[in-house]
């Protein structure tokens, strides 16, 4: 564990408190992508089952698992039960099939081994690449964002990009290098690129997210 | 790969 690693993982618990935050105390979940939670229900579930099979490493990282599978199941009952009048189902139309198609062709090509649970951990980590996208697609279609919305989205692209300095701390300092992971990572960071522009120069500047 | 089987990250 590295000062990166651990702020990293706290943007990420940061990301899922505001998303919380965001609908229970708005009561909707407007502006949110259910597709995007989806995926990262999936990616939680293909990724954090090691469980199952005694991938317990520590108990940080054991009870971090356990909250980010838990927290993603709320967050679609709270999409799918309570809050589902304020869904517009209509906005959230990004293709799945790609996402998750693309994400299962990459696991096939790049995995350390040719079995169950190196696949699918290949899986997880090409899909939560591009996860977000969805939710970036709802807000270029409408053009706007909420604030909370877009620290959600800020935050969780904080959690990915700190991990590439842990990376590069860990290639020198402990000779560890998960080119998978790294790769991947890179990737779901640069598709952060252009909301992290907008949100450096108008939401944190104290305007509305919107696109010009 | 050193270690890549050793999936301590989240």
């Known amino acids: ?12 618990l940061v990301s899922i408190w ?14 949110i992508s259910f597709k995007t939670q989806a995926l990262y229900a999936l990616v939680f579930a ?3 089952l090691d469980l199952l099979y005694g991938s317990w490493h520590s108990m940080y990282n054991v009870a971090m698992k356990i909250f980010f599978i838990g927290s993603s199941l709320y967050i679609l009952y709270l999409i799918k039960v309570p809050f589902k009048p304020t869904r ?8 799945l099939e790609y996402l998750v198609g693309g994400a299962l062709i990459m696991s096939l090509i790049a995995n350390y081994e040719y079995s169950f649970p190196e696949i699918l951990w290949s899986f997880s980590i090409w899909l939560e690449a591009v996860a977000i996208l969805p939710q ?4 270029q279609r409408t053009g706007e964002a909420e604030n909370i919305t877009t620290h959600y989205v800020a935050a969780l692209g904080a959690y990915r ?10 290639y020198f300092a402990e000779g560890f290098f998960d080119p998978i992971a790294v790769i991947a990572g890179i990737i779901q960071t640069v598709i952060y ?7 450096f120069t108008k939401v944190l500047k104290g305007q509305k997210f919107e696109l010009p | 790969y050193p270690d890549t089987q050793v999936k301590d990250e989240l």
């Open chain 1, 88 to 95: 517009d189902p209509a906005i959230d139309t990004f293709k």
């Open chain 1, 46 to 48: 293909t990724r954090y």
């Open chain 1, 1 to 12: 564990m590295n000062i990166f690693r651990f702020l990293g993982d706290l943007s990420h």
């Open chain 1, 136 to 139: 970036l697609f709802i807000i």
């Open chain 1, 18 to 31: 505001l998303l919380l935050h965001k609908m229970t105390t708005s009561k909707s979940c407007t502006g």
């Open chain 1, 193 to 199: 690129l252009d909301f992290f522009y907008i949100y």
């Open chain 1, 161 to 170: 990009g700190l991990y590439i300095p842990n990376w590069l701390y860990r």
